[in-house]
């Protein structure tokens, strides 16, 4: 019974406490941690033509024309900063964002958030270049940046908090059944 206790206690712990940044999310918000924020082109699955820019930079990465690995320096953004990534789609004309539903004209989320891409504090993002979301692959526009920190959505906390209640309710348990 200890050891079937012990083991849920584990994944328990395992889940609640995950740290939101190892999670994918759909809607998510960047912020920069500070730092050179470094853009890698990872392909591109679309029909249509589209290009990058952050924070108003120049567009960068026209997919069907950039080699995948051809990197981006979009300099130093200080910590804190919120980070606008853009795809522009050229015909028909468009402008996505990443982040939640309500920033894009079709409230409809059109960026994939992958945090700790690859390596330790790389996050890679898939846009979706279809109005209304179309086929929902986000691979139509693929790349990977650095710098950044992760803003949870609100069910992360919420599996944090019943993670530790969790935790909190097996270990009285366990106290009242020792005495």
Not at 36 to 50: P, V, Y
Not at 52 to 60: E, H, R, Y
């Given at each position: 019974?200890?050891?079937?206790?012990?083991?849920?206690?584990?994944?328990?712990?395992?889940?609640?406490?995950?740290?939101?940044?190892?999670?994918?999310a759909l809607g998510d918000s960047l912020v920069a941690s500070g730092g050179h924020i470094i853009?890698?082109?990872?392909?591109?699955?679309?029909?249509?033509?589209s290009l990058l820019s952050l924070n108003g930079s120049p567009l960068i990465f026209p997919n069907?024309?950039?080699?995948?690995?051809?990197?981006?320096?979009?300099?130093?953004?200080?910590?804190?900063?919120?980070?606008?990534?853009?795809?522009?789609?050229?015909?028909?004309?468009?402008?996505?964002?990443?982040?939640?539903?309500?920033?894009?004209?079709?409230?409809?989320?059109?960026?994939?958030?992958?945090?700790?891409?690859?390596?330790?504090?790389?996050?890679?993002?898939?846009?979706?270049?279809?109005?209304?979301?179309?086929d929902l692959d986000y691979n139509d526009h693929l790349f990977s940046f650095t710098n950044v920190?992760?803003?949870?959505?609100?069910?992360?906390?919420?599996?944090?908090?019943?993670?530790?209640?969790?935790?909190?309710?097996?270990?009285?348990?366990?106290?009242?059944?020792?005495?």
């Amino acid at each position: 019974m200890k050891l079937k206790s012990a083991f849920i206690a584990a994944a328990v712990a395992g889940i609640g406490l995950a740290p939101a940044t190892s999670m994918a999310a759909l809607g998510d918000s960047l912020v920069a941690s500070g730092g050179h924020i470094i853009a890698t082109f990872e392909g591109s699955n679309a029909s249509f033509d589209s290009l990058l820019s952050l924070n108003g930079s120049p567009l960068i990465f026209p997919n069907h024309a950039t080699a995948v690995g051809t990197t981006y320096d979009f300099g130093d953004f200080v910590a804190g900063t919120a980070l606008d990534f853009k795809l522009t789609v050229v015909d028909p004309s468009n402008v996505w964002h990443v982040g939640p539903a309500s920033g894009n004209s079709d409230d409809v989320i059109h960026a994939n958030v992958i945090y700790n891409y690859t390596e330790l504090g790389r996050t890679f993002v898939g846009f979706e270049d279809h109005p209304g979301g179309g086929d929902l692959d986000y691979n139509d526009h693929l790349f990977s940046f650095t710098n950044v920190n992760p803003v949870p959505e609100p069910e992360t906390y919420a599996m944090f908090m019943a993670g530790l209640g969790l935790m909190g309710f097996i270990a009285r348990r366990r106290k009242n059944g020792q005495s």
